[in-house]
Each structure stands twice: as C-alpha cells, then as structure tokens.
C-alpha cells in the first residue's frame, strides 16, 4: 500500500514522463497539432447548410398564381379636366404656358435673329390629302399636332383652314424643338448656340413669315408631359394629328395620351403607317390600340386614320 506522504512515482507513470522528453514524443505532438489544424480549417470552409424547405413553405409556392401581365398595365387612364371651350383656348395656352404673353410678342429676340432664315420650311408628309379631307368634314375649332419640326404640316393645315373659311381654328403644335441626335447633318442651316439649337426659333419665324401667329402656338415640351398638361387643364382637341416618335414605344405613349383630349366624336390620325418597319413601329401601335377599343382604321395615303374616337368609352 502506498501512502499519501510517498514521494516516489510509479514504474509505468515515471516511464511516461520520461518518453515525453524524447524526440519521438515531440515529433508526434508537432504531426498531430498539424492535423487538426487541417481538419479544423476544412470543416470551417464548408458552406452552412441550408434546412430544407419545410411542407407549408412549397405549398405555399405551389400555389402562388404569378402576377398579371396584360395590356391594362401599359395603359394610360389619366381623367381630364372639365373642357374648356374652343374660344378660351388660346388664351388658356398662352396663359399656362407662356406667362399670359404670346410667345410672339417682339419676336425674335435680338441674340437670335441674325441667325434665322426668313422662311425654313421642311416637312415628311406635309401636304397629303388626308388634311383637306379631314379639315373638311370636321370642321375643327382645335386642331393638336404632335410632332411639328419646321411646322410644314402645321402651316399647310393653317392655309386649308384659312381657304375653307375656318377663321377662328386654332392647331397647338406639341414638339420639344430639340430634333433628334445627328438631325443637324442634314439641317445645318438650323443654327446652334453654346449647345442649345435654334429650332424653336425657326418654327416661330416659318410661322410668322407665312401670317399665321394668330393660329398657331407652339406648345414646347416632350409629347407626354405636354398632352398630361393639356388634359389636365381641360384643354381638347376636335382633330389630332401624330407624327412625333416612329418607334412602337413613342407611338403608342402619344396615341394613348392624345386621344384622352379629343372631343367626342373626334378624329385621330397620323403619318407613317406604311414604313420599312413595317409591323414593328406605328403600324403596330395604331393597330393595337384599335383591336384593343373595337375601333376601325382607315388609311389615307401613307396616313392612317380612326373616326369618331370618344374618350368615354374607351376600355
């Protein structure tokens, strides 16, 4: 028996102590320290794994209905305000707009007026028959163009007007003036100044070189902000022309925010139905929005054209 106070180590304890002080024992320890560093930095790069998915989760997925994805997404439903009579018209623009003043008043200004032809009239499309046919048979108190340029077609549907004794129609040109990137390739006789064009300005001085300030204003701003403005002041239209964006995009946008400012029983037209684009541009657009309202289209050269258009009732 060995007591509490014995100094003395076992055999098999002293033998232990003993081989920890050789080489041996310190090479295993050094091997063993190594490994599980190696399994420990292995187990730490293995990405956390995931709990499945419990049963009320993939029902749940399962019976999801994915979202609606139809034609009523692209429209536009903007609600007018109350019309404001076809006499009050002008005014209404030139008060909004420009601040109660005619933008014509002291026309042009001193910086740009060297810089304008007396008459730069350019136009696509500009004297088709379709403008004496419709001006005719509508007789319109308000005509909206959107998409103006120089205002050839503008000017053409001042002179019908004038020469069918419509003295009092008045034809809003919607148009940002800007062009489009490159436009001045080939128009480089439409000045530009420190990055601003001057195609406003040439607008404004065809217009007043061919008499017609009194019909027609210029309504400078993009087609969408413009036509929500005009439809929120109560401002309408017996007659409206499209030839801004060719693309199906713009012309669709503009078809569907012009129409909203036409007076019941108003004609809707424009230019371009019959491009290389074929079914990929207006075409497209026009069709579309006329299958959608049960609305016919007629076409007029290279104009197409839907009669008796009524904001009310369109779905």
């Not at 009092?168 to 490159?182: A, K, M, N, S, Y």
Request: charged share 25%; proline share 6%; net charge positive.
């Amino acid at each position: 028996m060995i007591m509490k106070d014995d100094r003395r180590l076992l055999p098999h304890k002293r033998d232990g102590l003993q081989f920890l002080k050789t080489k041996t024992a310190y090479v295993i320890f050094i091997l063993l320290s190594y490994a599980f560093g190696y399994f420990s930095a292995y187990y730490n790069r293995q990405p956390p794994q995931q709990p499945p998915p419990s049963t009320a989760e993939v029902r749940t997925v399962k019976t999801t209905k994915p979202q609606d994805c139809s034609i009523d997404n692209f429209r536009v439903t903007t609600r007018c305000g109350d019309p404001v009579p076809p006499e009050r018209i002008r005014r209404t623009v030139i008060d909004r707009i420009f601040n109660g003043t005619s933008p014509y008043s002291e026309f042009p200004p001193p910086h740009a007026a060297k810089l304008l032809r007396r008459k730069r009239i350019k136009g696509w499309g500009s004297y088709g028959a379709v403008f004496e046919n419709l001006i005719r048979r509508v007789k319109p108190k308000t005509i909206v163009e959107i998409g103006s340029f120089l205002g050839a077609s503008a000017i053409h549907m001042a002179n019908l007007t004038r020469r069918l004794g419509l003295e009092e129609t008045q034809i809003l040109c919607v148009d940002d003036f800007r062009g489009w990137p490159g436009f001045r390739d080939r128009f480089k006789d439409v000045a530009l100044v420190n990055g601003d064009v001057l195609l406003m300005y040439q607008f404004m001085q065809n217009v007043v070189s061919s008499e017609f300030s009194g019909s027609i204003l210029p309504v400078p701003f993009s087609t969408g902000s413009a036509l929500e403005k005009m439809c929120e002041w109560g401002v309408t239209a017996d007659l409206v022309e499209i030839d801004a964006g060719h693309d199906f995009n713009s012309a669709w946008a503009d078809i569907n925010r012009a129409v909203r400012i036409l007076r019941p029983g108003g004609v809707i037209f424009g230019h371009d139905y019959f491009t290389a684009a074929d079914n990929r541009g207006v075409r497209r657009a026009v069709n579309l929005f006329a299958e959608i309202n049960r609305l016919k289209v007629k076409t007029d050269g290279q104009h197409w054209v839907i009669d008796s258009v009524s904001p009310s009732k369109l779905t």
